[in-house]
């Protein structure tokens, strides 16, 4: 109660805004509901794919202005990341690079300060599921490619792609909690990709893939490293 007598609890007018009006929580409940729908109608999803922005894809490398840093223009990396993801949905959805797929579900995040992402699940025909470890290993490889055949695609994955070194080779590493490292990682090697029930397989990570690389001086961090990868 003011002063004056006015109540301030009864000015303005209660707006309830319609699922149109992306992010409040009418849009997000019926995001959701259609995503379930999906799931009810075509089965579970069959590949969870995360793509992360870059910041240093030299389509925004090119376009800072001196000075400038990727922190400080998320205009241009949402736009940057916006245009790859399309690009990528497109080989997925109508380029079918994967199986053909019947359905699909994707999500565009920003953790605070960071860099955009995109989680996508993808729901593929009957006949183009993954089934066997074969076919798993067909789409998802945890292993490095070899350097000296694939140099190109060893970098990227080796600088992008790899988690840690965190455990004893770096007891600070964020994702330490109490001990272990909260992601799981070191993972240990396996000869073959195996099925687990309930669960995403256990990929293949073979200790004794490219020996050359591996000298005995880096063994273990190299060991480390290959075990690290995805
Ligand atoms: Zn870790």
Redesign the pocket.
């Known amino acids: 109660m003011q002063q004056d007598g006015t109540n301030s609890t009864n000015f303005g007018r209660m707006v309830v805004l319609p699922a149109s009006f992306a992010g409040n929580p009418r849009h997000m409940n019926q995001l959701y509901q259609d995503s379930m729908a999906f799931v009810r109608k075509f089965g579970k999803p069959d590949l969870f794919i995360t793509m992360t922005c870059n910041p240093n894809w030299p389509e925004i490398l090119h376009e800072l202005r001196r000075g400038e840093e990727t922190n400080d223009r998320p205009d241009l990396t949402s736009r940057v990341f916006s245009m790859k993801l399309n690009a990528l949905l497109k080989d997925i959805l109508q380029n079918g690079v994967l199986g053909t797929a019947v359905a699909n579900i994707h999500v565009v995040e920003w953790h605070k300060r960071g860099l955009s992402h995109g989680h996508i699940l993808i729901i593929l025909r009957s006949q183009d599921q993954p089934r066997d470890n074969i076919e798993y290993d067909r789409i998802v490889c945890a292993e490095l490619p070899d350097k000296s055949t694939h140099p190109k695609l060893y970098n990227i994955v080796a600088s992008r792609m790899l988690?840690?070194p965190?455990?004893a080779l770096h007891p600070s590493?964020a994702?330490?909690v109490n001990g272990p490292?909260?992601?799981?990682?070191l993972k240990t090697f396996q000869p073959q990709t195996e099925d687990s029930t309930g669960s995403y397989p256990t990929y293949r990570r073979r200790q004794d893939l490219h020996p050359p690389h591996v000298s005995a001086a880096v063994g273990n961090l190299a060991s480390e490293l290959l075990s690290?990868a995805l």
């Open positions: 988690h840690g965190c455990g590493c994702c330490i490292c909260s992601k799981g990682y690290c």
